[in-house]
Nanobody
């Protein structure tokens, strides 16, 4: 059974930084797709950044170079380094994994709150 557990969220002032982490437990194929999504109150869940095995990162246009997605395959961990945070970045951030043979999985989410 694959499980995704996010951490690193919290309260930060505008202009600050946070680093989110997602640890994946269980076995899954090396052919996989991982990413970060977010959902603000009253809004739909939206893509933040993705990173597939064998390809480079992809970012939503609104990221504008402020976030960096990375992964540590040895530790089955996905990171999202966020800087220059703005109040509009306030949301629950979710980790996502889609891997060959096991389908899609989501973490429980971690709250990020940016104060003005």
């Amino acid at each position: 059974q694959v499980q995704l557990v996010e951490s690193g969220g919290g309260l930060v002032q505008a202009g600050g930084s946070l680093r989110l982490s997602c640890v994946v437990s269980g076995s899954f194929s090396s052919t996989n797709f991982m990413g970060w999504y977010r959902q603000a109150p009253g809004k739909q869940r939206e893509l933040v950044a993705t990173l597939s095995s064998g390809t480079g990162p992809y970012y939503a246009d609104w990221v504008r170079g402020r976030f960096t997605i990375s992964r540590d395959n040895a530790k089955n961990t996905l990171h999202l380094q966020m800087s220059s945070l703005e109040p509009v970045d306030t949301a629950v951030y979710y980790c996502y994994l889609n891997a060959q043979g096991i389908g899609s999985h989501w973490g429980q989410g971690t709250q990020v709150t940016v104060s003005s």
